[in-house]
């Protein structure tokens, strides 16, 4: 056998053939093994019922529609404003936390052969309307000519959404130096007991891993359940 060969071991068992892995691949390869063996992650699932955001949403004329993504983009923004211990960093020496006061966020768009995490800025202070169209435009851009490296650096914390495609829950790996990445998967109606009878209700995945070097699972518990609840009240987000 041919040990300079790396397709050699698998030959060995019927016909295979090589695919070099891109530039961006391997940055993303090595980022992702990086982050997933030096940070210890804990990821806290749970839910929100976007019932009165779904129907609201549905409310708008189509071409004023906004996706649930974008709700979420600024019901994160505001929840990071309000518990503050998500939108720091572990500076280099290793006993610094560093406290932002902005409150900028990277989206993960799937992209072919790979992903970009583009960041939005400012997303506690800008309207419904204005971080839509840019989650619009960016991940357009992301998927055609790609990024400029500066349009994907300085988040504070990253939301990868996979909910247009499916699944029920996972463990996004944290974007060091972010300390807290959310997932979120596919909304379903469910019959949700409230008290006296089951009722059908629209229930949104949420799966937020965090660094639990900095981060305890109350706050995590904590985080969710506030993202919940502004998403409860989508008027108020706009
Ligand atoms: N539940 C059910 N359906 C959902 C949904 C959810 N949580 N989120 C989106 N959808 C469906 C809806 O049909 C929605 O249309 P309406 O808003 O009209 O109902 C449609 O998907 C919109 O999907 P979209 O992909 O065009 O837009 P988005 O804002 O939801 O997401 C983007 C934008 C760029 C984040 C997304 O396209 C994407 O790339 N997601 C993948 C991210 C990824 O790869 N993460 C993994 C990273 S780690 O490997």
Request: hydrophobic content about 40%; aromatic content about 6%; charged content about 25%.
């Amino acid at each position: 056998m041919d040990e300079s060969d790396p397709l050699a071991p698998f030959e060995a068992f019927g016909s295979a053939s090589p695919l070099k892995l891109s530039r961006m691949q391997k940055i993303v390869a090595a980022r992702m093994a990086q982050n997933w063996t030096a940070i210890p992650h804990v990821t806290h699932h749970d839910e929100a019922d976007v019932t009165i955001l779904e129907a609201y949403r549905n409310a708008c004329p189509p071409d004023r529609k906004l996706t649930a993504l974008v709700f979420l983009i600024k019901a994160v923004a505001l929840t990071l404003r309000s518990l503050k211990q998500f939108n720091v960093s572990l500076a280099s020496d290793s006993s610094t936390l560093v406290v932002k006061d902005y409150v900028h966020i990277g989206i993960a768009v799937d992209v072919e052969g790979g992903l970009l995490v583009p960041v939005l800025r400012d997303c506690d202070r800008r309207s419904l309307r204005d971080l839509g169209k840019e989650v619009q435009e960016v991940s357009s851009e992301a998927r055609g000519k790609g990024l400029p490296y500066d349009r994907m650096t300085g988040g504070c914390f990253t939301i990868s959404s996979l909910g247009g495609i499916g699944g029920t829950g996972f463990t996004p790996i944290i974007n060091a130096p972010e300390v807290a990445i959310l997932g979120v998967s596919r909304t379903v109606v469910r019959p949700m007991w409230d008290g006296e009878a089951f009722q059908p209700r629209s229930m949104l995945p949420l799966s937020l891993s965090y660094d639990h070097r900095i981060i305890n699972g109350a706050d995590a518990a904590r985080f969710c359940r506030e993202i919940a609840d502004r998403l409860g009240d989508p008027q108020s987000l706009e």
